[in-house]
């Protein structure tokens, strides 16, 4: 029995779901496996229009390619050769599933390589993108416990921003910050309580 072609399975999974090959290839694979499942379970060939309409999925990359109008051609010739005689008919089409098999199996590992190379070019934004979350997490912890702290309620936003960018230096993030401590402002202006978001300076306590 011919077995399926296996789809694409790494252990970067969720990074090959972002590629342009993986959007691209996988609908059309999960489609003609479908298709071609069902023909192979139930033992009835698929028609000469399905194998028509799995053909151009497979093959061509446009809508309107003139590729369609040669699957159509080859197509029409094969139906028109067996017209009258049912048994020569399912034994073309039967015949064309382990083609189509093969012909997925090399788009598949076609992709696989395309996969690899998007995949080395995404990672290393992905992982400085994984790496920023982690810092942006860790300065709301560091100016939320600062205000936890401040009883008097005097540290504002701003003055906030500069103590969590010294913090986090300290800390070994410095690769990881932006290159003014605005951002950082940015980045704990949710976790701030509404006195530090308060305009103008503080006001000092009377002794």
């Known amino acids: 029995m011919t077995s399926n072609p296996a ?10 779901q972002l590629t342009s090959t993986w959007k691209k290839f996988f609908p059309k694979f999960n489609s ?5 499942s069902k023909a192979l379970n139930s033992g009835e060939a698929p028609t000469f229009g399905d194998l028509n309409t ?7 990359e446009e809508e309107n390619s003139s590729n369609n ?8 010739s094969l139906e028109d050769a067996s017209e009258g005689d049912e048994v020569i008919s399912e034994n073309i089409r039967k015949s064309l599933i382990p083609l189509f098999l093969a012909l997925l199996r090399s788009q598949s590992c076609s992709a696989s390589i395309s996969i690899k190379s998007e995949r080395l070019r995404i990672k290393p934004l992905l992982d400085a993108n994984n790496e920023k979350s ?8 560091i100016a939320n416990d600062k205000w936890a ?16 960018w010294s913090q986090l230096v300290d800390e070994g993030f410095s690769q990881y910050l932006p290159q003014n401590v605005e ?21 000092k306590r009377s002794a």
């Not at 789809?7 to 090959?16: S, Y």
Request: no cysteine; net charge positive; aromatic share 4%.
């Open 7 to 16: 789809p694409i399975v790494t252990a970067d999974l969720e990074v090959d």
């Open 32 to 36: 003609a496996i479908e298709s071609l």
């Open 54 to 60: 799995l053909a151009r999925t497979l093959i061509t």
């Open 69 to 76: 109008d040669f699957i159509g051609m080859a197509f029409q």
């Open 134 to 141: 982690v810092v942006i997490k860790r300065a709301k912890i």
């Open 149 to 164: 702290a401040d009883t008097n309620k005097e540290i504002r936003t701003s003055e906030m921003a500069n103590r969590v």
């Open 183 to 203: 951002r950082v402002k940015v980045w704990i202006r949710s976790v701030a309580p509404e006195h530090a978001r308060a305009k103008g300076r503080t006001k």
